[in-house]
């Protein structure tokens, strides 16, 4: 605990209140809490767990893998009136995309989740862009009859994606279904061609295949064309742009990808597929299991599920900050309540450099948000 502590008056020394969106007064925990620090530590809205004063956290969590071109996940967690949130938007956000991502923690910290409508949640493997042996590995010890595999990685060819794929397909048999993600990253006409020789795995579906909707729509009317029923779903389409009814408007996809953070949070989410008449899939966006939380409330509310969810990535990660990890069990992770470890927190906690860049993250995004 002294290096909490220490981290605790080393964040004293910036505005507390515009890190925890707090204007005046305080709004959680009491006096005693405020032990240490700067004349106007009242403003900042600490809360309490188990009686210890919890506040912002920084983490950077190696991850198993390179995935989406990055070896150390970071992001910031802190504990509001009901519950752990975590805030964790990938580097490559940046300013008013950011606001979204602090919607979602603030809901977690603040708001909590919907009623749920089910209690396990059946959710896919996720297997990076590893050759064939690897991801035999993956797919068979995560224990899930579904897989998402990633393709079109930047310096590999199809011919590894191909051999990646039917790994996977040798892994979990001809009843399992495989789903792939290309991240945008193939033209239409790559699409078509990937598509066509991929398509002997029998995929599920093909996440994102290029990068915008008028391509996806374009791809989807020349796969009908080519005879060719492979559904498409849509994720940097909904997540990244102006209006994610786009995809549908457009008839750019047959299913659209949800993830909690990028899109406000659960609430958020449950109005886009409320609105979106689509089938819906919920994936993360590689959190700790306190941000996989979120994604399991909100595949829990929703009113049908009908494919199983992008959200056993904490298998992705090196390590977790929870005592026990929302890991898939037979293909299933069950809704329960998190104990954060503490001891966990203090481990992986980054340098001074990375914690220092977080926190100013936050307190433009606080402001940008509208405090
Ligand atoms: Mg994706």
């Known amino acids: 605990m002294q290096r909490l502590g220490q981290r605790r008056r080393d964040l004293l020394g910036l505005d507390h209140a515009k890190l925890n969106g707090c204007r005046t007064g305080c709004a959680h925990g009491d006096q005693a ?55 964790s938007p990938f580097l490559d956000y940046a300013g008013a995309e950011l606001v979204p991502w602090l919607r979602a923690a603030d809901e977690a910290a603040e708001r909590g989740w919907p ?6 949640i059946p959710v896919n493997s996720t297997v990076p862009a590893v050759g064939p042996q690897d991801a035999y590995a993956i797919a068979q010890s995560a224990g899930c009859r579904s897989a998402k595999v990633k393709v079109a990685e ?21 009843s399992g279904k495989i789903r792939i993600d290309a991240n945008g990253a193939w033209s239409v006409a790559e699409a078509l061609d990937a598509i066509a020789q991929l398509a002997q795995f029998d995929l599920e579906y093909v996440e994102q295949p290029c990068a915008t909707v008028e391509e996806l729509a ?82 829990a509310a929703l009113p049908e599920l009908p494919y199983a969810c992008g959200l056993n990535t904490v298998a992705l990660l ?41 926190q100013a993250r936050l307190v433009q995004t606080r402001e940008l948000a509208g405090g």
């Not at 492979?230 to 994610?244: L, W």
Request: with cysteine; glycine share 6%.
């Open 33 to 87: 809490n405020h032990r240490s620090g700067r004349a106007d530590d009242h403003r900042f809205s600490w809360s309490t767990l188990r009686g210890v004063p919890a506040e912002l956290f920084c983490y950077a969590l190696a991850l198993r893998t390179r995935f989406r071109g990055i070896t150390e996940r970071q992001g910031m967690i802190w504990r509001g009136a009901a519950g752990w949130a975590e805030w």
């Open 115 to 120: 009623a749920p409508l089910r209690t396990e």
């Open 154 to 174: 930047r310096s590999q060819s199809l011919v590894e994606d191909a051999a990646r794929i039917a790994a996977v397909r040798d892994a979990l048999g001809p």
């Open 218 to 299: 374009d791809l989807r009317r020349r796969l009908a064309r080519a005879g060719l029923n492979v559904p498409i779903a849509a994720d940097e389409s909904i997540r990244r742009v102006k209006d994610p009814y786009q995809v549908a408007a457009q008839e750019a996809a047959d299913i659209a990808v949800l993830k909690v953070q990028p899109l406000g949070g659960v609430r958020a989410c449950l109005q886009i597929a409320k609105r979106i008449g689509l089938p819906v899939v919920v994936s993360s966006a590689l959190e700790t299991s306190i941000g996989i939380r979120a994604g399991l409330a909100l595949a």
């Open 318 to 358: 090196k390590a977790d900050l929870v005592t026990e990890p929302l890991l898939a069990v037979d293909g299933v992770i069950s809704l329960r309540d998190l104990v954060v470890e503490e001891s966990a927190i203090d481990r992986h906690r980054p340098n001074h450099q990375v914690e220092k860049f977080w």
